[in-house]
Nanobody, 113 residues
């Protein structure tokens, strides 16, 4: 098993910043990718950003230029700048292994004045 532990999240005003972190607390053997997804009320879960083990990254168009994903084997961080109310959602960390995916428990991010 590879449980994921997430840190960060909270309440921030529009234009503010937050940082999310995720750590694989178990074995990282076979891991190929980690990333962040989010789910707003009444909406489907969507990709925010991913980072391949080799360092390649991808982003949702809506966060380009504002969010930055980084990390190393077994860890992934998401620096979120210039946050907007539409970024409000539960953010989930995901780790992809050759044998399957693991998800974190989710952390709430609320952007509101």
């Amino acid at each position: 098993q590879a449980p994921l532990v997430e840190y960060g999240g909270g309440l921030v005003q529009p234009g503010g910043s937050l940082r999310l972190s995720c750590v694989v607390s178990g074995s990282i053997i076979g891991i190929s990718e980690m990333g962040w997804y989010r789910q707003a009320p009444g909406k489907e879960r969507e990709l925010v950003a991913t980072r391949e083990r080799g360092g390649g990254t991808s982003y949702a168009v809506s966060v380009l230029g504002r969010f930055t994903i980084s990390g190393s084997d077994g860890t992934v961080d998401l620096q979120m700048n210039n946050l907007k109310p539409e970024d409000t959602a539960v953010y989930y960390c995901k780790a992809t292994f050759y044998y399957g995916d693991y998800w974190g428990q989710g952390t709430q991010v609320t952007v509101s004045s």
